[in-house]
């Protein structure tokens, strides 16, 4: 009953990663909407006409894809995994074998590993475009960098507000996925625990005195060795 109750609580933590992820992807869907495709992270700003903003040296367009990647592959893992368990629940028992769990734990390490590079990517190389756009003096922060016109115009509309939403979402997403990875130790050391007692219940029976049949059949066997004595 606890491992089940273990695994009821994993799936309702992958279903919130699965949202995290969905909410990262889009958020940098939308970035790169807004730069024409170019990636903003660890990027230079350059001003424009002496009033408008422009992003002047944009990173290779494959670092922002390799978040977005991220986050959609683990999303769609999360959302299948809730279907197969729900398909399961309501056409046969709803059971996980040692198998399965072991299987999940290099998955979770995997994903959780995934989830913290992408994260670092994101920190840092907002940061450094915030430090590319604040090192223009008239700018005070990225938040008020959105309220500047840009060129080409309306391109960078609401970027850092994506891109703090995809930051966040992502390093919500790592806690989730550490959480879920600790359940299925858990429930690991569980299902092996129960396995040993199995075993050890097994080999005590297997020790237990002789049943009430053998004991008659061992007392006819007396009483013929004595009806045959001369």
Known sequence: MADRCLHYVELVLLAACSLCGAVAAGSMARIQGFFSGSCPLYGGVAVMNGSSLALSCPSAPSLCYFVTGISVFLALYCLLHLIFWTYCSYTKDFHRGPSGVCIGLPISATAAFLLLVAACVLRYGTRSLCDSVISLKHIISCSEAQKIPWTPPGMALQFYSNLHNAETSSWV??????????????????????????????????????????????????????????
């Open 173 to 230: 997403n790592l806690v989730l996925w550490c959480v879920v990875l600790v359940l299925q130790i858990m429930q690991c050391n569980l299902k092996s625990t129960q396995s040993q007692d199995l075993e050890s219940s097994g080999s005590y029976r297997s020790f237990e005195a002789p049943s009430e049949s053998h004991l008659w059949s061992w007392s006819d066997s007396v009483l013929y060795f004595e009806e045959s004595w001369p």
